[in-house]
Nanobody, 124 residues
């Protein structure tokens, strides 16, 4: 199982941009799909975006399409979430996750490992 550590979460104003990073270790990162989830206060953890093992396919929840971009660098064992045009409703704890199935398709995503989360706060 890979270990995941997120970073990059900060407080920003609405309309701003932010890039989250997730560093993976302890496994063969390049064969697993990766995803970002988020959990807002009082709500369940929800899917944000996923990318397949080689970066060739991505998927997004409807509310972030056109604003967020997921990408990965298999040489550096990193996955990113570029977030643009941020809105207050994007405020949440953002988690990185690795699929537990090697070479799986981008959807449905089946989390096997989680990071500890990084907080994003968007003020109006």
């Amino acid at each position: 199982q890979v270990q995941l550590v997120e970073s990059g979460g900060v407080a920003v104003q609405a309309g701003g941009s932010l890039r989250l990073s997730c560093a993976a270790s302890g496994g063969t990162f390049s064969i697993y799909g990766m995803a970002w989830f988020r959990q807002a206060p009082g709500k369940e953890r929800a899917f944000v975006a996923s990318i397949n093992w080689n970066g060739g396919f991505t998927d997004y929840t409807e509310s972030v399409k056109g604003r967020f971009t997921i990408s990965r660098d298999n040489a550096k064992n990193l996955v990113y979430l570029q977030m643009n045009s941020l809105k207050p409703e994007d405020t949440a704890l953002y988690y990185c996750a690795a699929d537990h199935r090697p070479f799986a398709s981008v959807w449905p995503f089946s989390p096997g490992s989680w990071g500890q989360g990084t907080q994003v706060t968007v003020s109006s």
